[in-house]
T-cell receptor
């Protein structure tokens, strides 16, 4: 299957700082990338959908000014958590899909574990 | 009511036994269905897509029941390595490629 990478895999930061997470599709062009958040013992919750070259579409309840998403190329999307607070501590996972993919398959990155102190 | 629901478990399964569990969805316009496996503190990995006619991949069998709006996953001859959380995911006609995940079913296979 296709490979999606995320960087960093783990980040610990102080409250009030901003954190950028990168999501890359390594061997295919991702027309769409998705950002999810997963709290302990809960399922993945979609935060936003980003299409290359256009603004991200955020899910209800997700603050677009706090979670900045940029999908500047067909292989890279970034999520910036601005002014992070302890309640933003979570497992952030991206996924990527291609219009040529079968059955709308999404390929997931390994996730980024964010801890805000 | 959640759009996609699963029994959280855990399902404690003796090694070698068969286990099956369901995932119900509320939107009759659901389009595509998937089972993912997620190990602790890892990303979900696609286990299998679920086809209308049902499909099998080795020890894993997935079924779709559109009339009752659920999908199922059956694991035969359970291995210790099958211990994981199994997430079902659904896409809806009106939502493009977006996946909506269930809460996951935890399976623990014990010797």
């Amino acid at each position: 299957g296709a490979v999606v990478s995320q960087h960093p895999s783990r980040v610990i930061c102080k409250s009030g700082t901003s954190v950028k997470i990168e999501c890359r599709s390594l061997d295919f062009q991702a027309t769409t990338m998705f950002w999810y958040r997963q709290f302990p013992k809960q399922s993945l919750m979609l935060m936003a959908t980003s299409n290359e070259g256009s603004k991200a579409t955020y899910e209800q309840g997700v603050e677009k000014d706090k979670f900045l998403i940029n999908h500047a190329s067909l292989t890279l999307s970034t999520l910036t958590v601005t002014s992070a607070h302890p309640e933003d501590s979570s497992f952030y996972i991206c996924s990527a899909s291609s219009t040529s993919g079968r059955y709308n398959e999404q390929f997931f990155g390994p996730g980024t574990r964010l801890t805000v102190l | 009511r959640k759009e996609v629901e699963q029994d959280p478990g855990p399902f404690n399964v003796p090694e070698g036994a068969t286990v099956a569990f369901n995932c119900t969805y509320s939107n009759s316009a659901s389009q595509s269905f998937f089972w993912y496996r997620q190990d602790c503190r890892k990303e979900p990995k696609l286990l299998m897509s679920v086809y209308s006619s049902g499909n099998e991949d080795g020890r894993f069998t997935a079924q779709l029941n559109r009339a009752s709006q659920y999908i199922s996953l059956l694991i035969r001859d359970s291995k210790l390595s099958d211990s994981a959380t199994y997430l079902c995911a659904v896409t809806f006609f009106s939502a493009g490629n977006k996946l909506t995940f269930g809460g996951g079913t935890r399976v623990l296979v014990k010797p």
